[in-house]
């Protein structure tokens, strides 16, 4: 299962969406990215693998960052997926 993470302006949560293939994940994340640098405002709807009936439509340029992981098995339950997890982590390791 891979997921896709995209941080929006001014929202402090994290939108997800989950695709089980990588194909399909890797093309979402360069539709992204794609929409992220477009000169005018695109709207990309997403839709997730693993709910069925989780839509969501987010305006390209107000993306500030998108994240692309492999979800593995090991995850720790209840973590929040991304880097700023990594982060807190690292941090609460010292």
Known sequence: MFTIDLMIKYSPVPISVQKNEESEAQALYQKILKAMTADSPEVIELTCDKQ????????????????????????????????????AQGAENK
Do not use: C, R
């Open 52 to 87: 069925e009936d989780k839509k969501i439509a987010v305006v390209g340029n107000q993306i500030n960052s998108v994240i692309l992981s492999e979800k593995s098995g090991t995850a720790a339950a209840g973590k929040a997926p991304g880097f700023f997890a990594t982060i």
